[in-house]
């Protein structure tokens, strides 16, 4: 079973970057298929993005294409998630989260707090 972990959330100003960093451990990471997804207040959860097992593979959701880059490093157990030209309609907790037949997503990390001010 896979855990994981994310950093580096934070406050940033519109039009700003952050990089999303989500550490895996105790599983076999090349063998999940990975997603980001995101909640703001009062809204459901939405995919971001997600990637294929070894990365050549990669879905956005259609606000945040041109925007941000999923990638991963299968050698490190890293998934990663760059976020670019930063909208205050992005502010939400960002989580990563596994899936070992790339349909249903049974692990998740605990989220990490993406703020954009305007």
């Known amino acids: 079973q896979v855990q994981l972990v994310e950093s580096g959330g934070g406050l940033v100003q519109a039009g700003g970057s952050l990089r999303l960093s989500c550490a895996a451990s105790?599983?076999?990471?090349?063998?999940?298929?990975m997603g980001w997804f995101r909640q703001a207040p009062g809204k459901e959860r939405e995919v971001v993005a997600r990637?294929?097992?070894?990365?050549?593979?990669?879905y956005y959701t259609d606000s945040v294409k041109g925007r941000f880059t999923i990638s991963r490093d299968n050698t490190q157990n890293m998934l990663y998630l760059q976020l670019n030209s930063l909208k205050a309609d992005d502010t939400a907790v960002y989580y990563c989260?596994?899936?070992?037949?790339?349909?249903?997503?049974?692990?998740w990390g605990q989220g990490t707090q993406v703020t954009v001010s305007s």
């Open positions: 989260a596994a899936s070992p037949r790339g349909y249903v997503f049974d692990y």
């Open positions: 105790g599983g076999a990471f090349r063998r999940y298929f």
């Open positions: 990637i294929s097992l070894n990365g050549d593979v990669t």
